[in-house]
């Protein structure tokens, strides 16, 4: 029978099942009882987390989670996890048409997605690495057996994003890359780390780029007592005009950056290309092992990784079925 998942003995056997199950292809990190609990359970001011199970006597045979953000008009499918010897019994879909009546009821929703928007984040496994993890799964992995049960269950395709890896102990910056940055001082660029005593011009560059993500982390990374986290910003005469960062190395040995953008008056200069290569050889300077990083498939910005040498690891599709 279908019930809430909400006791702490079934989310440790789901627990257990979570990390039973999520192998093959696409490796999620394991996570103890208590990150099990935090990550799909507990519910917080802005999000309301939603789980299902079903179970034969007290076990556990298969969950399904959920969550809704506040303010938005949808319902986010986490993950569906069924014993492998319980498969193939119309366990999952029962799972799934539970979960999505229980988002329902829960909020007036419009629809129910698979998307990187989902703001519970699960970190995943790059194949054939050392370990090497991305911090979010920005939908479901095309290759498995999941993708396919959404698709029978009404999901459709809305955007394929593309996972890229790329370790970093061999990376250098290539001749031609090289020859742009030298090339910049003819139109009174350059490419360097911020300085706030030196440059200009961030909140102009951010209001243009329109992005209020990188806006906050951006501007508030700047202005921290302590300098903040290294940026990388292009600038024309001191005034800012491109940047990527902010650069930190993550536990796992991953090069953090949370974004890369060029101001619409200058993208006629290649600067996309030498930030994304400076930030590369940046990171590897203070430590990092390796990138990980995602993008839309039909994403100019694939171009510049690719050139700088990064391989597609992972396609992802985001997915949505509407409420009729």
């Known amino acids: 029978m279908i019930e809430p998942l909400i006791l702490r003995k079934d989310a440790a056997q789901a627990a257990a099942l979570f990390a039973r199950t999520t192998g093959g292809e696409t490796v999620y990190r394991p996570l103890s009882e208590e990150e099990f609990y935090q990550t799909f359970i507990r519910s917080t001011d802005t999000v309301t987390k939603i789980n299902v199970c ?41 799972l799934l048409a539970a979960l999505e009546t229980a988002l329902h009821k829960a909020a007036p929703i419009q629809s129910y997605e698979i998307t990187f928007f989902n703001p519970v984040n699960l970190t995943w496994i790059v194949p054939g690495t050392p370990g090497h993890d991305h911090p979010n799964a920005p939908g479901i992995d095309v290759a498995s057996d999941g993708y396919l049960f959404f698709k029978n269950n009404g999901y459709l395709d809305t955007v394929y994003q593309n996972s890229f890896y790329q370790p970093l102990a061999g990376f250098a910056i290539k001749p031609k890359i090289q020859a742009r940055i030298d090339g910049l001082r003819e139109h009174d660029l350059a490419v360097g780390y911020y300085d706030k005593e030196r440059h200009f011009g961030m909140e102009e ?29 292009a600038h024309h005469n001191g005034k800012a005009v491109g940047f990527t960062g902010p650069i930190h190395v993550q536990e796992s040995g991953r090069g953090y950056f949370a974004g890369i953008g060029i101001h619409s008056d200058y993208r006629a200069y290649g600067l996309g290309s030498v930030l994304f290569s400076v930030l590369c050889r940046s990171l590897k300077e203070i430590g990092a092992s390796y990138m990980t990083l995602f993008t839309g498939e039909t994403n100019p910005a694939r171009y510049i990784y690719q050139s700088a040498g990064f391989k597609i690891v992972k396609t992802w599709a985001d997915m949505e079925k509407k409420i009729k």
């Open 54 to 94: 079903e179970k034969e006597g007290d076990t556990v045979l298969g969950f399904a989670s959920g969550c809704i953000n506040a303010g938005k008009a949808v319902g986010y499918i986490t993950m569906i996890v069924v014993d492998r010897a319980h498969r193939r019994d119309g366990l999952g879909t029962r």
């Open 205 to 233: 560059l951010f209001d243009d780029l329109g992005s209020e993500l990188w806006k906050t982390e951006i501007l508030g990374n700047i202005a921290r007592e302590d300098g903040g986290d290294p940026v990388i910003i």
